[in-house]
């Protein structure tokens, strides 16, 4: 293993309260107010704190212990504590991941658009789906030739929920689960660890030695949320008038590729800048000859920020008498080649 420290002097140790303690939380002044205890063995330890050595605990002279048992037992108890005390508990595995409206969603068939299905690092909140921490835990697993028990370092349990397939975290210092174990004994998370900081790294998987996490059992493909927003732009009532206005809608809300305003548009992207998508408005509405040009476009190409209704358009639907009335078509096409990339449904009323 590697990083072993000197014999029987070790960075932490398990306070009165059964919790991790650091050697730097102890001054001169309180090392004798409480009993430390160790991970491996269960001896007392006892705080050094002088001036010369980095400050530990130590064992008794003569005390016989395992620093690889200390440092999976120190592992588990920190993996327990950050359980047991966070709001979230986070890990990430590589998955495919496919939004669960998919297979019947005529935008995907048609774009096949990256967020709807995918494989990459999937995160989950595991406080979302457990409560319990417990180490040393025994659970069966049925097996062709009958029950098999397995013991995991640290079970994640439901306790609203006991029927919930429990999560086993395995600690790796030494030894690595068996085969058996991996393939037939539920999710299993199994975390390298070297040394104590490695307990309090993030949970993401990787095969990279010398400090691999890996997940086995887990479900693959996962059933996602529709990850797609996408921007609606229309002309609603102001206070002055009408004026353009922008908002979004989840993809799943399954209007986003059928409007249903007069003179709206819908974006596929909610990544564009506010100027850009007005002036997409405004090409789009131009193009249909509904409202004037000076008031919609600026000379500049940006839009106003009041857009109102051309007063001519129910009379002359078809030439605008307006003076400022002026779109060039030319300079749309080019303006719209920029956004070729993104799909763009129109009112059809």
């Known amino acids: 293993m590697e990083n072993k420290r000197e014999l029987h002097t070790y960075p932490y140790a398990i306070g009165e309260d059964g919790k991790p303690i650091s050697i730097n939380e102890i001054t001169k002044e309180t090392r004798h107010k409480s009993h430390y205890f160790c991970y491996g063995c269960g001896a007392e330890l006892f705080p050094v704190l002088g001036d010369k050595k980095e400050h530990h605990f130590r064992h008794e002279k003569d005390n016989i212990c395992d620093p690889d048992k200390y440092l999976h037992e120190f592992a588990k108890a920190t993996l327990k504590k950050r359980f047991d005390e966070s709001e979230t508990f986070i890990v990430q595995y590589y998955a495919k991941q496919i939004c669960k409206f998919a297979d019947k969603c005529d935008l995907y068939k048609q774009y096949g658009w990256t967020e709807c299905k995918h494989e990459g690092l999937y995160d989950v909140d595991l406080k979302k789906y ?190 605008c008498p307006c003076n400022n009335f002026k779109y060039s078509k030319q300079k749309g096409e080019i303006i719209m080649k920029q956004f070729k990339d993104i799909p763009i449904w129109e009112s059809e009323q």
Not at 136 to 163: R, V
Not at 166 to 178: G, M
Not at 189 to 197: D, L, Q, R, S, T
Not at 283 to 311: A, D, P, T, V, Y
Request: aromatic residues 8%; negative net charge.
């Open 130 to 319: 457990y409560d319990t921490c417990t180490p040393e835990k025994g659970y069966y697993q049925d097996l062709p030739a009958g029950k098999k028990k397995y013991i995991a370092d640290l079970k994640l349990t439901n306790s609203q929920e006991p029927e919930r397939a429990p999560i086993s975290l395995e600690v790796w210092v030494t030894h690595e689960c068996t085969e058996d174990k991996k393939q037939n004994g539920g999710r299993i998370i199994e975390i390298k660890i070297n040394c104590e900081k490695d307990a309090n790294r993030p949970i993401i998987e990787n095969d990279d030695e010398p400090l691999p996490i890996h997940f086995y059992n887990f479900k693959n493909p996962v059933e996602i949320e529709s990850g797609r927003k996408f921007k609606h732009v229309k002309i609603m009532p102001g206070l002055r008038g009408k004026v353009v206005v922008t908002d979004e809608t989840p993809c799943s809300e399954g209007i986003c590729y059928d409007p249903k305003g007069e003179n709206e548009i819908i974006l596929s992207t909610t990544n564009l800048d506010i100027n850009s998508m007005e002036l997409l408005y405004a090409i789009k509405i131009n193009e249909r000859g509904l409202i004037c040009r000076h008031q919609q476009i600026c000379e500049n190409g940006h839009i106003s920020q009041r857009i109102f209704r051309c007063q001519y358009v129910n009379r002359y639907p078809s030439q």
